[in-house]
């Protein structure tokens, strides 16, 4: 057991990716207390804002994978790809969620406004996608943590 946790914490893939996602929180996070003047404990592991956590993982890993394994092979090809769509789901997909839970909680709040009962649990999440700069940001995060990681 002791071998599989020290190989494990020897995967600089693994920890450029961890790392990446690590920072990009404690980023977002600190953005949303300077931009909101409120700390809000569920940024630090929340989706949405920036920079993407998204991003800066994937870009992490493939970083860490070109740097060790070289840009002409299996495993970057498939971290590369696995990048691709992951980025381009927070910005689709993900992002339009978002949207539209912001609208409907508007909508609820209106109803409540009104007199209705309808009501839900809770509101639904509005922090869920990302805008294509906190994508791009996040990315180049995730190459910075990667280049350092992998130089260590």
Request: hydrophobic content about 50%; some cysteine.
């Amino acid at each position: 057991m002791t071998d599989f946790i020290q190989k494990l914490l020897s995967n600089r893939i693994l920890i450029a990716a961890a790392c990446g996602w690590f920072v990009a929180q404690i980023l977002k996070t600190m953005i949303y207390v300077i931009v909101n003047r409120d700390f809000n404990p569920e940024r630090l592991i929340g989706d949405g804002g920036m920079p993407s956590s998204h991003s800066a993982t994937v870009m992490g890993l493939v970083t860490a994978t070109a740097m060790q394994y070289g840009p002409d092979t299996f495993e970057f090809a498939v971290s590369a790809i696995m990048a691709l769509i992951v980025m381009h789901d927070a910005m689709g997909v993900r992002r339009e969620t978002g949207k539209q839970a912001k609208v409907i909680n508007t909508m609820m709040g209106l109803f409540a406004e009104l007199g209705s009962n309808v009501s839900p649990e809770k509101k639904l999440k509005e922090f869920v996608g990302h805008s294509p700069m906190q994508v791009i940001m996040g990315a180049l995060l995730g190459v910075v943590v990667g280049l350092f990681v992998c130089s260590m």
